[in-house]
């Protein structure tokens, strides 16, 4: 039992190596802004790009309702938790939202559901 087990977990592994390396990175585009959507579903959110790697920087977040009642987005500074943006969404609308992003690094959640946060706070300083 074990031994498939361990078995099981290095395929897993091994199959999801080529799709994490493939991930695109979100970056700036010609105006110096980079734009990030987040879809959000019942207790989690999913990123059209992988949010590792980021910079310093103008982002864009769009973020999408994928759920059938009311949710909410809530993103502070990662440091300080100071609040940065705060909004509802209703089922099936989409909000944007243009922020700063600095080395102190950010978090969001949705404040309505029960999600926890996302830490992003290996922001680096743009080069």
């Given at each position: 039992?074990?031994?498939?087990?361990?078995?099981?977990?290095t395929?897993?592994?091994?199959?999801?190596?080529p799709?994490?390396?493939s991930a695109?990175?979100?970056?700036?585009?010609?105006?110096?802004?980079?734009?990030?959507?987040?879809?959000?579903?019942?207790?989690?959110?999913?990123?059209?790009?992988?949010?590792?790697?980021?910079?310093?920087?103008?982002?864009?977040?769009?973020?999408?309702?994928?759920?059938?009642?009311?949710?909410?987005?809530?993103?502070?500074?990662?440091?300080?938790?100071?609040?940065?943006?705060?909004?509802?969404?209703?089922?099936?609308?989409?909000?944007?939202?243009?922020?700063?992003?600095?080395?102190d690094?950010?978090?969001?959640?949705?404040?309505?559901?029960?999600?926890?946060?996302?830490?992003?706070?290996?922001?680096?300083?743009?080069?």
């Amino acid at each position: 039992m074990f031994k498939q087990l361990i078995t099981i977990s290095t395929l897993i592994f091994a199959l999801a190596i080529p799709v994490l390396a493939s991930a695109e990175v979100a970056r700036p585009d010609a105006d110096g802004i980079t734009r990030i959507h987040l879809d959000q579903y019942g207790g989690y959110f999913s990123a059209d790009k992988t949010l590792a790697g980021l910079k310093t920087g103008t982002y864009e977040i769009t973020v999408s309702n994928k759920t059938t009642k009311v949710v909410g987005f809530q993103l502070q500074n990662f440091k300080t938790h100071d609040q940065i943006d705060m909004f509802p969404l209703d089922p099936g609308q989409t909000r944007t939202t243009t922020v700063e992003f600095t080395s102190d690094g950010v978090r969001f959640r949705c404040p309505i559901n029960p999600t926890p946060w996302y830490d992003l706070d290996g922001i680096k300083a743009a080069e």
